[in-house]
C-alpha cells in the first residue's frame, strides 16, 4: 500500500485545514486509514484513524472537538478537517494504513506515508 498525504501548510492559530491521503496499490477492504503527527524533538503520536465500514473513529484527546476524520472509501482516500488550530498542532502529520484496527503505537503500523508539514502560528 503507497500513501499519499497533501494539504499541509502554514495557517494562524484559529484557522482550518484538511489534509488529504490518497492510498494506492495493493488497496483492500479492512484497512484502517488514519493520521499521526510529529513535533520537533518529540514521538511520533497518534491523531486520528477511521475504519474500513466508517462505523468507528478514533480521536487522540488534544484533537477531540476540532478535527474530524473521513473517508471515501471509492476513492480510497481519507480526510482529516482540523478546526481550531492551534500552535501546539504544528507538526509533521504522517498518513497511516493499518490492517483492521489502527495501532496507537507507531511502530505497529503496517505502512505509512510520507509527512505533510503544518505549521500554525500564533
Known amino acids: 500500500v503507497q500513501l499519499q498525504a497533501s494539504g499541509g501548510g502554514l495557517v494562524q492559530a484559529g484557522d482550518s485545514l484538511t489534509l488529504t491521503c490518497t492510498a494506492s496499490?495493493?488497496?483492500?477492504?479492512?484497512?484502517?486509514l488514519g493520521w499521526f503527527r510529529q513535533a520537533p524533538g518529540k514521538e511520533r503520536a497518534f491523531v486520528s484513524a477511521?475504519?474500513?465500514?466508517?462505523?468507528?473513529?478514533y480521536y487522540a484527546d488534544s484533537v477531540k472537538g476540532r478535527f474530524t476524520i473521513s473517508r471515501d472509501n471509492a476513492k480510497n482516500t481519507v480526510y482529516l478537517k482540523m478546526s481550531g488550530l492551534k500552535p501546539e498542532d504544528t507538526a509533521v502529520y504522517y498518513c497511516?494504513?493499518?490492517?483492521?484496527?489502527?495501532?496507537?503505537?507507531?511502530?505497529?503500523?503496517?505502512?505509512w506515508g510520507k509527512g505533510t508539514q503544518v505549521t500554525v502560528s500564533s
Open positions: 477511521i475504519d474500513w465500514k466508517k462505523l468507528g473513529t
Open positions: 497511516a494504513a493499518d490492517w483492521a484496527i489502527m495501532a496507537n503505537n507507531p511502530a505497529e503500523v503496517d505502512y
Open positions: 496499490g495493493r488497496t483492500s477492504s479492512n484497512y484502517a
